[in-house]
């Protein structure tokens, strides 16, 4: 059973761009990787999905957002950071840390390799302290 076949209604969210069969579209691997960490804590009963469509509701009508929704999943990962800070799964603090991390981390890594945490030169300086 693949990811789509799991009834999640996270599938059905509004606004997520679709295949002309239905399914989910991702430009970049880690939109996908949102996609699927989301589905995956919803299952796991972390946040239900009025919660969830609240939290994407809010981000996708923020002031700013582009009108043309090409910033869609800056705006779901946006809804999830703030619906685990809310849920206290992670704190503000901890979501924007790892996100400077993955940040240095890409700017880190040569071009054609993959990014990973490894390769912030701050994560390593930090572990040994």
Known sequence: MSL?????PLTQSIG??????????FSE??????????VHLHQKGVFSWQEWADSLSREVHRPGRAADGSDYFEAWVAALCHLLSEKNVASSATLLALQHSW??????????????LTNDPMRGAAAAS
């Open 4 to 8: 789509y076949e799991t009834q999640s």
């Open 16 to 25: 997520l761009p679709r295949s002309r069969e239905g399914d989910p579209v």
């Open 29 to 38: 691997p880690w939109q996908a990787q949102a996609f699927a960490m989301t």
């Open 103 to 116: 940040q240095r981390a890409a700017e880190a890594t040569p071009h054609g390799k993959p990014i990973e």
